[in-house]
């Protein structure tokens, strides 16, 4: 447009324009959105050869909902949020794999190919488990096909995941290009709106629902008013947006229209809250139980804790009945520490005396959490005059949970385990599909015996 715009008003001959439209392509700055197809799905065929090309569906907790398709389970119909039960008598008619959720190895594989994103451009921002947007420069022709395929390889050699790319001028053009990059077969998972000859062709494709940033309630609103693809969405009248959406409706289109509002994320502020908590596989009715499951939850966000090296001041502990059944039971507690922590001893200590404030008899309890909160950076303590601790005591501490930290790594969750979570509990989460871990946990790796 800018080149246009100098052709125009004579300031750039038409001989010169194809010139420097090549040079002002060249130099600018792209914005890309990476992100793995059928994230779930593709993890369990990359550590499970043989379910290439078979369809393949990922549960949620205690195998309840379908949360993850693969391609080819897409093509049977099978919808997203589907109870098992409900499908379960279609997926064995067109003998689909079934998988309960494996969070360690999505986890693991995540961590994987953010590492290998990182790598490959010049800033990053993770956006979630599987995506990630990217920030880089075009090449002298314009061209990032080169760097793209690249890119695709290298991800489908080392981990197995197929990626899908898509490049444009700001983060709301990136979305829609690596929609258009998985929905049309021909782009073979790459699409570049910055290059495309005819951009709103294929935004014209793209209906308002699937507009990144569009809800339900706007993209009703916007249905209502004869928008109803993302062209008709960056050419409507800003001021008829902002009185409906704000500011934040009009930097959406802005987005749409190319104008980079929203930066990247480079350094992602600290948390806030961490929480932990699980529906439990069947209810549970004994203190005992809820003592186990708190433990439980407490030792993993200890663990949370640590990896993001916060600490703690304060803690809640809850649990509810199902919303379902009449005389509906919620209760939460919470308590201060006098010296913020990680240490999962010290965490258990101050959680576990609550579990009787909030148990009550013969209620069939179906989940329970903790809540860490008022966290705080590891870089500095503020000692308490009550409650001595002095250097070498932390630090005594702090090389103990990383020593129980990297055996966990190393050999699995659960390797070393803290008694009070009890062995082999009944309430534990239902994963009757369980596949391997073999990124995460050394007995699952495969041996070849030659």
Avoid at 329 to 340: E, F, G, I, K, Q
Avoid at 440 to 445: G, K
Wanted: net charge positive.
């Amino acid at each position: 447009s800018i080149v246009a715009e100098m052709c125009r008003s004579g300031a750039l001959p038409f001989t010169s324009s194809i010139r420097f439209s090549a040079q002002f392509i060249a130099m600018t700055q792209v914005t890309a959105l990476i992100d793995a197809n059928n994230f779930y799905a593709s993890c369990e065929q990359s550590l499970d050869p043989a379910l290439i090309g078979r369809p393949v569906v990922v549960l949620s907790n205690n195998d309840g909902c379908i949360v993850a398709r693969s391609a080819e389970a897409r093509a049977l119909g099978i919808a997203m949020g589907t109870p098992y039960f409900k499908a379960k008598r279609h997926l064995e008619q067109h003998n689909v794999v079934i998988r309960s959720s494996n969070y360690a190895l999505y986890a693991d594989m995540s961590q994987r190919l953010m590492s290998l994103l990182e790598s490959q451009v010049e800033d990053l921002e993770i956006y979630s488990i599987d995506e990630a947007f990217a920030r880089l420069s075009r090449p002298s022709d314009g061209s990032l096909r080169p760097w793209a395929q690249r890119l695709r390889s290298l991800a489908r050699r080392n981990l197995g995941l197929p990626i899908a790319i898509g490049l444009g001028a700001s983060k709301g053009q990136a979305k829609l290009a690596n929609r258009l990059a998985k929905v049309v077969p021909a782009h073979a998972g790459l699409f570049d709106l910055g290059l495309c000859p005819d951009p709103d062709r294929w935004l014209e494709t793209i209906s308002i629902e699937d507009v990144w940033g569009i809800g339900r309630k706007l993209a009703h609103w916007c249905r209502m008013r004869g928008v109803v693809n993302a062209r008709e969405l960056r050419d409507m009248p800003s001021g008829y947006l902002r009185a409906k959406a704000g500011v934040v409706g009009v930097r959406l289109q802005r987005e749409l229209q190319g104008h980079a509002c929203l930066p990247l994320d480079l350094d992602p502020s600290p948390k806030q809250e961490t929480c932990v908590s699980r529906s439990f596989s069947q209810p549970i009715t004994s203190l005992e139980e809820l003592r186990e499951a708190v433990a439980t939850y407490v030792v993993r966000a200890a663990e949370k804790l640590r990896k993001q090296q916060q600490r703690t001041a304060a803690l809640t502990v809850y649990t509810r009945t199902s919303p379902f059944i009449p005389a509906f039971y919620s209760r939460a507690v919470s308590t201060s520490l006098d010296l913020p922590s990680n240490d999962t001893r010290v965490l258990l200590e101050a959680a576990l005396p609550l579990v009787e404030r909030i148990f009550q008899p013969n209620r069939p309890l179906a989940k329970a959490g903790v809540l860490m909160q008022h966290l705080q950076g590891i870089d500095h303590l503020q000692q308490h005059l009550w409650v001595p601790c002095t250097e070498q005591e932390q630090q005594r501490r702090e090389r103990l949970m990383a020593t129980v930290d990297r055996l966990n790594h190393r050999y699995g969750r659960g390797t070393v385990q803290w008694a009070a979570c009890g062995l082999d509990p009944s309430w534990a989460m239902r994963r009757e599909r369980l596949g391997r871990a073999a990124t995460t946990r050394l007995s699952d790796v495969p041996e070849v015996k030659a």
